[in-house]
């Protein structure tokens, strides 16, 4: 099993730039996420998906597009990069419907904004 | 929304020493708790989870949680640590029965270095 897959790994942008950030999983998960790590902030939710078709936002969202055509892709788009969305970002899934499931995360994606 | 807040940022112990890591939350009815490890160059992964019954939860190596609803507390300990132990702790809390908005609320996280 893949589990969550994110690409790229590693990614340098100039301030203004647009990109996606890929998130796949292969294990039917319902619930996808995404999230920001920065240091001393912990982790932040930006966007969340409770299945295909359904997003909504999370705590940080601004800057941030997302979109769920399919069970398995959860893409996150910066339209215009600023530095401050320089960050480490973590795409998760879960099983929905049942309570008790934890998340799986995939790997991270390491963006660096000029 | 719910928060949560853990309480040392960055802890530095001798191996073999004990562990207590506090985490705090805030929300007043029904929550899921979560303790995740993140060693260095690698991913988060789960350590422990509370969802109900036993408030004593016991996780991957060696480490074990207690959920104290009187305090709101979900505290990391691990009686005897190790050089591998080294990494950055997050708890988080998923607020209610797994409806609505379903990420986790994260704390900032604890840096923990054991020294050899």
């Known amino acids: 099993n893949a589990g969550v897959t994110q690409t790229p790994k590693f990614q340098v942008l100039k301030t203004g730039q647009s990109m996606t950030l890929q998130c796949a999983q292969d294990?039917?998960?319902?619930?996808m996420s995404w999230y920001r790590q920065d240091p001393g902030m912990g982790l932040r939710l930006i966007h969340y998906?409770?299945?295909?078709?359904?997003?909504d936002q999370g705590e940080v969202p601004n800057g941030y597009n997302v979109s769920r055509s399919t069970t398995e892709d959860f893409p996150l788009r910066l339209l215009s990069a600023a530095p401050s969305q320089t960050s480490v970002y973590f795409c998760?899934?879960?099983?929905?419907?049942?309570?008790?499931?934890?998340?799986?995360f995939g790997d991270g994606t390491r963006l660096s904004i000029l | 929304a719910q928060s949560v807040s853990q309480h040392n940022h960055h802890v530095i112990l001798s191996e073999a020493a004990s562990l207590e890591l506090g985490c705090n939350y805030s929300?007043?009815?029904?929550?899921?708790l979560f303790w995740y490890v993140q060693y260095p160059g690698q991913h988060l992964q789960l350590l422990l989870k509370?969802?109900?019954?036993?408030?004593l939860v016991k996780g991957i190596k060696g480490f074990e949680a207690e959920f104290i609803k009187s305090k709101f507390s979900f505290n990391l300990r691990k009686p005897s640590v190790q050089w591998s132990d080294t990494a950055e702790y997050f708890c988080?809390?998923?607020?209610?029965?797994?409806?609505?908005?379903?990420?986790?609320?994260f704390g900032k996280g604890t840096h923990l270095i054991i020294q050899p």
């Open positions: 998760a899934s879960k099983k929905g419907g049942l309570v008790n499931q934890p998340q799986h």
């Open positions: 294990m039917n998960h319902e619930y």
């Open positions: 998906s409770v299945g295909a078709g359904i997003t």
């Open positions: 929300y007043g009815g029904t929550v899921n």
């Open positions: 509370y969802f109900s019954g036993d408030p």
């Open positions: 988080a809390v998923r607020a209610g029965e797994g409806g609505g908005a379903d990420g986790l609320t």
